[in-house]
């Protein structure tokens, strides 16, 4: 319904900003990581997430559309609700939300208030089934290559969590392989490979 939000910040809270658009005081609920990069008094352009419940009418903005991408992947894990998403996305980024379900890192995910780890273990599952589904040889094994991207003379272990991540991320095997092309993949983590594609993907 709402695309994202433009004005001037108002106040900032410990879970929610205050953005003053046109007169009007819109209460965004939102990540540490996006609070952090807002200042009370400036300008900020948040993009926005609208969640309907049955007592409640629930606005969510994010600095970054990865961001608010992230957010509603979380959200079609079963059980995770818009705080838990809010939770994840505040101890990780959207780059190592990606790179926690490939390497299965639960301790990166159970840093999340109120995440357990059964809650880890099933984002992990059903993010992974989203990579086996539109991509089945993105992530099969420490020694495999995934076959979009297997001419680009990358080890296969980093070029699969680097295709994997983006699977996880919504990115279909031509637009990885589009995405890195060009790129020294060869001198970054895996996930500076990631936040590069993404910044890229956002111009």
């Known amino acids: 319904m709402f695309y994202y939000i433009e004005g001037t910040v108002a ?29 009370t008094g400036e300008r900020a352009r948040l993009y926005t997430y609208l969640n ?11 600095y970054d559309m990865s961001e608010k991408r992230a957010f509603e992947l979380l959200l079609g894990v079963s059980g995770v609700g818009p705080k838990a998403a809010l939770s994840v996305l505040s101890v ?8 926690a379900v490939v390497t299965e890192n639960e301790r990166m995910l159970t840093a999340a208030s109120g995440v357990g780890k059964r809650g880890a273990q099933r984002i992990i599952l059903e993010l992974r089934d989203k990579i086996a589904k539109e991509m089945p040889a993105a992530y099969s094994g420490a020694d495999a290559a995934p076959a979009p991207v297997a001419a680009a003379g990358i080890p296969g272990k980093k070029l699969a969590d680097i295709t994997g991540a983006l699977t996880v991320l ?11 092309h060009g790129l020294d ?18 111009k």
């Open 11 to 39: 106040a900032l809270d410990k879970n929610f900003a205050a953005i003053d658009a046109g007169g009007v005081a819109f209460a965004v609920n939102t990540t540490v990581n996006t609070l952090a990069r807002l200042r």
């Open 52 to 62: 309907v419940g049955e007592n409640a009418l629930d606005l969510y903005g994010f």
């Open 92 to 99: 990780c980024t959207p780059e190592s939300l990606a790179l």
């Open 170 to 180: 919504g990115y279909a095997p031509q637009e990885i392989t589009a995405a890195l």
């Open 185 to 202: 993949i060869e001198s970054m983590t895996v996930e500076e490979a990631i936040k590069v594609v993404l910044k890229n993907s956002l």
